[in-house]
Every structure is written in structure tokens, then in C-alpha cells.
């Protein structure tokens, strides 16, 4: 089992930033992918990014792309999305999820409980 705890969403004004957080509980968190996903109300929900477990490369929705920075920290097994030059479209719920990597087919079993991003036109 792996529980996961976002953090560090909030309230910023267009061009700012903000760096989201994610603390997975559980041994192995190295084995497995982590992504962001984002929801507004009444939506599909989105990808934003992911990341392999380790040295694995990263992968970006086009919407973010250049602007957004996924990272993962094994040893304090926590991820992180760096997101900078914040749009108002930018505004969502923020989801983090893990998926055991060697999962066939892939899939994210794991999903936090959301922290709320508002960007300020």
C-alpha cells in the first residue's frame, strides 16, 4: 500500500509560481512512477507530468511544457512539480499518483487527495 499526501498548492497571481509537494508512505517508493494529474469541476481530469522511478526520464503535457518541472526525491520519497509562469488556465485540483512501474499494463493505483491551485489573472 502506498499513501500519498499532496502539499503546497495556494493562491498566485498570473507569472508567478509554485511548487507542489507529494510524501508517499511505503518501502519501495523508488519502483514506482509518479504523476501529476490535474481536475477542475466537471472535467476530465488531465496529465501534467510524470516520472520514472530511478534515474528515469520525465515526460510533460504540451500545456506545461517549459513551464513545469517534475522531480522526485527517492531517499525522502517525495515528488515535486515546480510550476512556473502560472497562467489562470492553470487553475485545477492537483492530484498526485504512483503506479508500480513493472505493471503490466501500467496503471496509477495510488492517488493523493488533491490540493487546490488558483492563479489570479
Known amino acids: 500500500q502506498v499513501q500519498l499526501v499532496e502539499s503546497g498548492g495556494g493562491l498566485v497571481q498570473a507569472g508567478g509560481s509554485l511548487r507542489l509537494s507529494c510524501a508517499a508512505s511505503?518501502?519501495?517508493?523508488?519502483?514506482?512512477?509518479m504523476g501529476w494529474f490535474r481536475q477542475a469541476p466537471g472535467k476530465e481530469r488531465e496529465f501534467v507530468a510524470n516520472i520514472i522511478g530511478s534515474g528515469g526520464g520525465s515526460y510533460y503535457a504540451d500545456s506545461v511544457k517549459g513551464r513545469f518541472v517534475i522531480s522526485r526525491d527517492n531517499i525522502k520519497k517525495t515528488m515535486y512539480l515546480q510550476m512556473n509562469s502560472l497562467k489562470p488556465e492553470d487553475t485545477d485540483v492537483y492530484y498526485c499518483?504512483?503506479?508500480?512501474?513493472?505493471?503490466?499494463?501500467?496503471?496509477?493505483?495510488?492517488w493523493g487527495q488533491g490540493t487546490q491551485v488558483t492563479v489570479s489573472s
Open positions: 499518483a504512483a503506479g508500480f512501474r513493472y505493471s503490466a499494463p501500467f496503471r496509477y493505483d495510488y
Open positions: 511505503g518501502r519501495t517508493f523508488s519502483s514506482y512512477t
